[in-house]
Every structure is written in C-alpha cells, then in structure tokens.
T-cell receptor, first 116, second 115 residues
Framework: AQKVTQAQTEISVVEKEDVTLDCVYETRDTTYYLFWYKQPPSGELVFLIRRNSFDEQNEISGRYSWNFQKSTSSFNFTITASQVVDSAVYFCALSGAFSGTYKYIFGTGTRLKVLA | DSGVTQTPKHLITATGQRVTLRCSPRSGDLSVYWYQQSLDQGLQFLIQYYNGEERAKGNILERFSAQQFPDLHSELNLSSLELGDSALYFC??????????????FGEGSRLTVL
C-alpha cells in the first residue's frame, strides 16, 4: 500500500532559523511523483514543487530547498532563514498508478509556526 | 488565485439535513477531486471525476455522492448530516486526467458546520 508520513505534527522556530520538514513515503512502484503543498492560514492549498521518482536531483528555489533520497524514501523540505509569512501547514503528497489505480495521497501535514 | 471556484465558502446546517457543495474547475482542467479536511487532520480523498466520469473513489461515505456535469463543474452532495461531517471540503482540479501525476489546483474550500 502507499503511504505518506509526516511525523512532525507541529514545529515552532524563531524567525531567521532554518527548519526542515520531513516526509517519508511508501510505495513499491518505481514510477511515482512527490509533491509539497502549503496551506497558509487563509486555507487554500498552494502547490510548491513536484518531483518524479527518476529525478533525485535536489532543488532550490529561493529560501526553499528539497532533498529527495530514494534510498531512505524521503522527500524533505527545508526553509532557510524562515520568516513569519512561512507560517502554514505543509503537506507532502505522493501520486502515481499503484496497482493500476491512480492515487493522489497526502500526508497529515506539519504545522510550522515562525515566531517573530 | 488558483482558478478553482468553490461555493458556498461557509455553510451552517443542522444534523439530518442535506447540502450541496459546488466546484468549478480551472479553465481547461478535466479532472475534479474532492477532499475532506477535518480539524487537525490531513486531507482525506473522497472522489475524483474525469470528464464527467468517476475515476477514483476514496473514503467517501454512502451518505455522500458527487457528480461532474457536461460543463465540467462538480457537485458534492452530503446527506443525513452528522456532527462529524463538520469539516473543510476542498475541490481541486488538474490538467492531467488519467494520470494523477500533475499538480493539483485547489479552491478555497467550503467550510461546513453541522450543529
């Protein structure tokens, strides 16, 4: 079965600290996609990044970076020099054709609080 | 603005009642997904439609039903409402149909409160 685990329920950091949000996924399939979404206090989920299973190259976008490691089935998200505006719930997701059925599975989310 | 429109944004009703939530997907997107987000819980997948046909089904209760119309908008019907149905219901759309491998564009959600 497929599963996404975000073990960190809530993280609090002080502004300008770096923070890493963990995501561990489970699947036996070789082709799949991983995502991160942000849900700010306003409620609407916003897409941040997509990564396919064949591309383990890490990605950096401004203060955001993602570390994809197939060996540990992890797709971690790091925010450098956090800001109050980064306060949100962050969801990791897994999608693909699993046993012939396409699924889009979300983790339970990590609530990040950045304190001024 | 994701381009996905959900109405109503807020809804308060009583137990036993029936409500309909509406979703208009992003222009050009054929797939619509419904998710339920209860307090302090993650996103629970309910159902997906692609071009009018049911594509995938998740943990959707029998009291709930959905459909996607020819103009691609979708409705989620919730009946015999219980207190536990209080949640934020999200609609999302995607450019990809058969393969759920693309990003999802989410609406702002419909917050349902059952009293």
């Amino acid at each position: 079965a497929q599963k996404v685990t975000q073990a960190q329920t809530e993280i609090s950091v002080v502004e300008k600290e770096d923070v890493t949000l963990d995501c561990v996924y489970e699947t036996r399939d070789t082709t799949y996609y991983l995502f991160w979404y942000k849900q700010p206090p306003s409620g609407e989920l916003v897409f941040l990044i997509r990564r396919n299973s064949f591309d383990e190259q890490n990605e950096i976008s401004g203060r955001y970076s993602w570390n994809f490691q197939k060996s540990t089935s992890s797709f971690n998200f790091t925010i450098t020099a956090s800001q109050v505006v980064d306060s949100a719930v962050y969801f990791c997701a897994l999608s693909g054709a699993f046993s012939g059925t396409y699924k889009y599975i979300f983790g339970t989310g990590t609530r990040l609080k950045v304190l001024a | 603005d994701s381009g996905v429109t959900q109405t109503p944004k807020h809804l308060i009703t009583a137990t036993g009642q029936r409500v309909t939530l509406r979703c208009s997907p992003r222009s050009g997107d054929l797939s619509v997904y419904w998710y339920q987000q209860s307090l302090d819980q993650g996103l629970q997948f309910l159902i997906q439609y692609y071009n009018g046909e049911e594509r995938a089904k998740g943990n959707i209760l029998e009291r709930f039903s959905a459909q996607q119309f020819p103009d691609l908008h979708s409705e989620l019907n919730l009946s015999s409402l219980e207190l536990g149905d209080s949640a934020l219901y999200f609609c999302a759309s995607s450019l990809f149909g058969r393969a759920n491998t693309g990003e999802l564009f989410f609406g702002e959600g419909s917050r349902l409160t059952v009293l």
